[in-house]
C-alpha cells in the first residue's frame, strides 16, 4: 500500500520526525482562508502535487512560488495531470532552507534476505544515481528486529550528523511496528537548525495490513483502476493492461507467461488476472464479469492447468456465466490436468472453444482478432 | 537418485484438520510419501486419512520421528508455527501464501541459525517424482528421470514438466521456491544441491520479474555449476510497478525486470527459453 507524500508525512509527525509546517488543499478551497494560510508560512511556499507517481519533480508537479502568487497556482495545479494521474490535492508547504541534504532509508533487501538503512550525504538525487556515480557516498547497513547503537552511531559518524540517530530510531519504529516494506526521506533537509523530512516515501506490506486496521485510513482510491477495484472486492489479482484480449488464469507465472506467449503471437493482452488455486465455478464467474468489465475486449483467453483447480468447476462457471450473460466476445480456453476430461466436454457442449497448449490458443486469438 | 526429499523422508502436516490439510494430506499418501503425523491445536485424538493429529509439534516428536513439516497454517498465525517446527529440528514447506515479510524474514533467520531448510513460503513444495511428494502439484505430470527443475512459480512448473514428460525428460527432484519476495531456498542452495546429484544431467531454472535473484544465480552458476541450464523468465511484458500476483513479481524503477534477467542468464551460458515449450527445444540440443 502506497501513501502520498502528506499522509507519509503525517505518518512521521506522530512518531517525533519533524516535517515542514504545511496545509493540503483540494478543489473548490476557500480562496481567502488559504491566501491567508499561505501568508502565514512565509513569502514563498512550496506547492506539491500530492500524487502516487514518481518523477514528480521533473514533471512540474512541484512548485516554489510567492504566497501572493498561491491562488493562481494552485488552481492551474488543481486542473491539470502528472504522467496521467489527475491532481486532486496539493500540499502547500512553507520553504525550508536547504542548508544541506541527506539521504536515509529502511527497506527490505530481498535478495540478501535483511533489512536496511541505506544513508547518504548525497540527498536531493536519486540514490540510484549515487550509487552508480558516488557509491562511496553511501552507507548500506543490516539492521534486525533489534535496532543497536552501534548501527545508530555508524550512520550518524559516517554522515558526520548526531541527529540522524532519532530519526533512523523512529523510521526502525515504525516499520517494526506497522509492518513497513520501504520508508525513504529524501531529501532529509539539515535547516541549520535541526532535521526535517522534506519528503516521504511510504510503503506498507500489503499481507501485513490484517494485523494494522488503523493503517486503512491512508487507503487511497487512485492506486487503482475501476476494475481493478472491482476484482477487489472479488478477492481476485487482477492488473489492468493496455491491450485488447481479456486473460485469465490460474497461478501467477502461467498467468505471466500467457501475457508472454499472447504477445509472442502479436496479441496484446486487456489484463493480467489470476483465479488462484483451486477456483470455484463461481471464482471463474466473477473473474469472467471482471475482465468484461473492459471497453472494447475483441476476445477473451482462459489459460488452466489444473492441478488443485479443478478443470471442470472452471468449465462450469464458463458456461453458466455464458447462460446468464451475452457473451459478445469470442471465448478461447485451454484447459488440462485435474478433470478436463470431464471439463472439455461441458465446453465443447456448449460451444466453446477449447485447446490442448497455451500456443495453440495464442494463435487462434490472433486469428479472430487480425 | 533425488536432492532433499526421498521415498524416506518423514513428514509431519501443520494445519492437517483444515480443507487444505485434510485434502492435501489425502494426496501426498496417496503418492506414496511418508506422513507420520499431524498437528493443529486443539485437536489431539482425531484422525485425518488415518494419521494422528496432535496439539503441537512437540507432542507429535515425542512419539514419531520426523525430518519435515509442511504447513498449511493460516498467513496470520503461519509464523509461530514455522519458527516451532525450526525450534524442533525440522525442515519446512511453507505452502501457505500472504505472509507478512517481516514473518517471512524471521523464519527464513531461523532456519539459517539451525542449519534447516525452508522451502516458500507461497510454494507449490518439492517433489521427487514416484519416490514423494511434499506439496501441492498435480502429481500425475510428473515422471521420474535425470532433469532437476526449479521454479519461483507453481503453475508454470507444472506447464514445462508436462512438457519435458510429453518429450521423455523425466525429473529428478523439482523444488518450487515460492513467489514471495523473501523465501528460504532458493535457485543457488537447489543448483548446489544437484551439482552433487548424479543422476541430475540437466537443470531447469523457471524465473519472473521481481528482485536479482535470478541475476545473483547467472553469476553463481557461471563460475560453480558444470551441468547445463535451461531457463524460462515469465513477465517480459510485465508493466512498471505493478505487483502480478505473487508478492515478489514486481518492477521496482528499473529493477527486477526480465529483460535484465534474460540477459544475466545469457552471460552466463545460460539458454533461455522465449516461450515455455521451447525449454525442452533448448534441453534437447544441449543434452
Redesign the interface.
Same mark, same amino acid.
Given at each position: 500500500m502506497k501513501l502520498k507524500e502528506f499522509q507519509g508525512k503525517q505518518l512521521f509527525k506522530e512518531f517525533g520526525i519533524s516535517v515542514p509546517k504545511s496545509f493540503l488543499v483540494e478543489k473548490n478551497f476557500n480562496e481567502t482562508l488559504v491566501k491567508e494560510k499561505a501568508l502565514s508560512l512565509g513569502k514563498q511556499v512550496v506547492l506539491k502535487a500530492q500524487v502516487l507517481t514518481?518523477g514528480r519533480g521533473k514533471a512540474g508537479g512541484v512548485k516554489v512560488i510567492e504566497s501572493q502568487k498561491v491562488i493562481e497556482s494552485l488552481k492551474k495545479m488543481l486542473d491539470s495531470e502528472i504522467k496521467g494521474f489527475k491532481i486532486e490535492q496539493v500540499l502547500v508547504e512553507e520553504k525550508i532552507n536547504l542548508e544541506k541534504e541527506f539521504y536515509l532509508s529502511l527497506t527490505?533487501d530481498?535478495?540478501e534476505?535483511?533489512?536496511v538503512f541505506i544513508a547518504s550525504s548525497k540527498g536531493g538525487v536519486n540514490i540510484?544515481e549515487t550509487a552508480e556515480k558516488e557509491p562511496e557516498k553511501i552507507v548500506k547497513l543490516k539492521v534486525?528486529?533489534n535496532l543497536e547503537e552501534n548501527i545508530l552511531e555508524e550512520i550518524s559518524s559516517k554522515l558526520k550528523l548526531p541527529e540522524i540517530k532519532e530519526i533512523a530510531e523512529s523510521l526502525h519504529k515504525i516499520f517494526?511496528g506497522l $509492518?513497513a516494506?520501504l520508508l525513504e526521506i529524501n531529501p532529509l533537509v539539515f535547516d541549520g537548525k535541526k532535521l526535517i523530512a522534506a519528503d516521504a516515501k511510504v510503503l506498507f506490506? $500489503?499481507?501485513?495490513l490484517?494485523?494494522h486496521q488503523e493503517l486503512l485510513k491512508f487507503k487511497n482510491v487512485e492506486e487503482e483502476t475501476e476494475i481493478e477495484r472491482k476484482a477487489k472486492e472479488f478477492g481476485l489479482?487482477f492488473?489492468e493492461?493496455t491491450g485488447n484480449v481479456g486473460v485469465i488464469?490460474? #497461478?501467477? =507465472?502461467?498467468?505471466?507467461?500467457s501475457?508472454?506467449?499472447l504477445?509472442?503471437y502479436g496479441v496484446n493482452?486487456a489484463n493480467?488476472l489470476?483465479v488462484g #488455486?483451486g477456483a470455484s465455478k463461481e471464482k471463474t464467474i466473477q473473474a469472467l464479469e471482471t475482465v468484461l468489465m473492459k471497453k472494447e475486449l475483441k476476445a477473451v483467453f482462459v489459460n488452466i492447468?489444473?492441478?488443485?483447480t479443478r478443470c471442470d468447476d472452471i468449465a462450469q462457471g464458463i458456461v453458466e456465466f455464458k447462460e446468464k450473460n451475452e457473451l459478445k466476445v469470442p471465448l478461447i480456453v485451454r484447459l488440462? =490436468?485435474?478433470n478436463d476430461v470431464i471439463g472439455k466436454q461441458v465446453l465443447e457442449e456448449n460451444n466453446v472453444g477449447c485447446f490442448d497448449?497455451?500456443?495453440e490458443c495464442a494463435r487462434k486469438v490472433k486469428e479472430i482478432i487480425g | 537418485m533425488s536432492i532433499m526429499l526421498n521415498e524416506n523422508s518423514k513428514i509431519i502436516v501443520l494445519g492437517i484438520t483444515g480443507k487444505q490439510g485434510s485434502f492435501h494430506t489425502k494426496k501426498m499418501l496417496e503418492y506414496g510419501s511418508k506422513i507420520v503425523a499431524g498437528v493443529t491445536p486443539g485437536k489431539e485424538g482425531l484422525e485425518v486419512e488415518g494419521i494422528k493429529v496432535f496439539n503441537s509439534i512437540e507432542n507429535a516428536l515425542k512419539v514419531v520421528k520426523a525430518e519435515w513439516a509442511i504447513s498449511f497454517v493460516p498467513a496470520r498465525f503461519a509464523k509461530d508455527s514455522c519458527l516451532n517446527a525450526l525450534k524442533n529440528g525440522l525442515n519446512l514447506v511453507v505452502i501457505t501464501e500472504g505472509i507478512p515479510v517481516l514473518d517471512s524474514l524471521e523464519i527464513v533467520e531461523k532456519a539459517k541459525e539451525k542449519n534447516l531448510i525452508v522451502i516458500g513460503p507461497n510454494c507449490p513444495g518439492i517433489i521427487s517424482p514416484e519416490k514423494s511428494k511434499l506439496g501441492i502439484m498435480p502429481e500425475h505430470v510428473f515422471k521420474q528421470g535425470n532433469i532437476g527443475l526449479i521454479s519461483r512459480s507453481g503453475t508454470l512448473t507444472y506447464e514445462i514438466v508436462d512438457e519435458l514428460t510429453r518429450n521423455g525428460f523425466g525429473q529428478s527432484t523439482c523444488i518450487g521456491i515460492g513467489g514471495d519476495p523473501v523465501t528460504g531456498t532458493d535457485f543457488i542452495t537447489c543448483l548446489k544441491e544437484f551439482e552433487k546429484d548424479s543422476d541430475t544431467k540437466a537443470v531447469i531454472v523457471i524465473g519472473e520479474i521481481g528482485g536479482a535473484v535470478e541475476e545473483k544465480t547467472a553469476e553463481w552458476i557461471k563460475e560453480n555449476f558444470s551441468k547445463p541450464v535451461v531457463a524460462y523468465i515469465a513477465g517480459v511484458n510485465a508493466p512498471e510497478g505493478k505487483t502480478l500476483g505473487h508478492a515478489g513479481a514486481v518492477i521496482s524503477g528499473n529493477k527486477g525486470t526480465a529483460k535484465s534477467k534474460i540477459t544475466a542468464f545469457e552471460k552466463a551460458g545460460v539458454k533461455v527459453a522465449e516461450l515455455p515449450s521451447k525449454t525442452v527445444e533448448l534441453l534437447k540440443g544441449l543434452l
Open positions: 514518481g527490505i530481498r535478495d534476505k535483511n533489512l540510484e534486525g528486529k517494526f $509492518d516494506s506490506d $500489503d499481507n501485513a490484517f494485523r489479482a492488473v493492461l488464469g490460474c #497461478g501467477a =507465472g502461467l498467468v505471466m507467461a501475457l508472454d506467449v504477445k509472442y493482452p493480467f489470476d #488455486g492447468f489444473g492441478g488443485i488440462i =490436468g485435474t497448449s497455451m500456443e | -
